[in-house]
């Protein structure tokens, strides 16, 4: 490890160290602020305002170090977020579910079915893909488990400042696998903005080939890049559509931006999870100019003080 690395590493676990013992849930301080001002500034080749933000980067920064509103623990937590969702749209939207609990070693492997998907709620890609059971390591899938659970995703990620994460307990879920193929379905992640569609994101083969196509919500190519993964050819318009907004919509609806990621498979939508922070505020997009763009469509709300997460957020309509 050169002089470089040593030193991004140090300044890394030092932002997280503070964020942890300082920061907590309070707001960001200047420090914590001029901290994450200088891993913006590498990340996204400028100096961010995150006080009066005007960029795409800057507001999701903004609402990282500022925003402090326990629906943000809610949407992060994959086990409660269901809870969410069954209220908002309805339970068969949510992939089934086959068992949770907090202790890796009490998983039934053997009453699970061949295949299935396990998955730690408190981070992201902690996720373990069970094709065929009877090839899946279980000792080194509960070693990872338990590793897994021992981290503070939160506060030991990046520079700490994804408070979502912070207060989720937790804990394990293991779910159906979707679809009949050994790849795992197109996951539409779609961008919501004052509670409208306006891109969806389609992933396709990500644990394979991984690409990527952003379309409009009537599902044409839109040139606007927000990964570095873009994949040229077309993509097909999936038969519920209208739907993958529709309840897209729906559980984004009272937000100021809001991810949703959704499933279609075989006739049905199913709920992946709602992203908060958009790939931790670390997606570099293909143009600044696209990133102010973007940051227009985003008309940020003030930090909401309602004590219940649900209270402030009006229910859809079936």
Not at 32 to 50: E, L, T
Not at 75 to 91: M, N, P, Q, T
Not at 94 to 114: H, T
């Amino acid at each position: 490890m050169n002089f470089l690395s040593k030193m991004r590493r140090w300044y890394m676990r030092m932002c997280c160290w503070y964020a942890q013992t300082v920061i907590r849930d309070k707001p960001a301080d200047v420090i914590m602020r001029g901290m994450a001002s200088i891993f913006f500034r590498r990340m996204h080749g400028y100096w961010p305002r995150f006080i009066k933000p005007r960029s795409f980067s800057e507001k999701l920064w903004h609402r990282m170090l500022f925003d402090r509103h326990p629906r943000y623990t809610l949407f992060s937590d994959k086990w409660r977020v269901r809870g969410y969702v069954a209220d908002r749209v309805g339970e068969h939207y949510l992939i089934p579910m086959l068992w949770q609990g907090s202790n890796p070693e009490d998983i039934p492997f053997d009453l699970l079915p061949s295949r299935f998907v396990i998955k730690a709620t408190h981070g992201c890609e902690y996720n373990i893909l069970v094709r065929d059971k009877s090839k899946l390591d279980r000792a080194t899938a509960i070693l990872q488990l338990k590793q897994w659970l021992k981290e503070d995703y939160g506060s030991g990620v990046y520079l700490g400042v994804q408070w979502g994460y912070r207060n989720v307990v937790p804990s394990i879920i293991v779910e159906e696998f979707l679809g009949s193929g050994e790849r795992v379905p197109w996951d539409y992640k779609i961008y919501c903005f004052s509670g409208r569609v306006l891109f969806v994101e389609i992933h396709m083969d990500r644990f394979e080939n991984h690409v990527a196509r952003l379309l409009d919500r009537d599902f044409n190519p839109v040139e606007l890049r927000v990964s570095s993964i873009a994949y040229q050819g077309s993509v097909p318009r999936p038969e519920n559509h209208e739907e993958l907004i529709r309840v897209a919509e729906a559980l984004a609806e009272g937000l100021d931006f809001m991810r949703v990621d959704l499933y279609a498979v075989d006739g049905r939508v199913y709920f992946g999870e709602m992203t908060c922070y958009q790939g931790g505020g670390c997606i570099r997009f293909g143009t600044r100019e696209g990133d102010f763009w973007l940051g227009q469509k985003w008309q940020l709300a003030p930090a909401c003080k309602v004590e219940s997460p649900l209270l402030n957020i009006k229910k859809a309509a079936p």
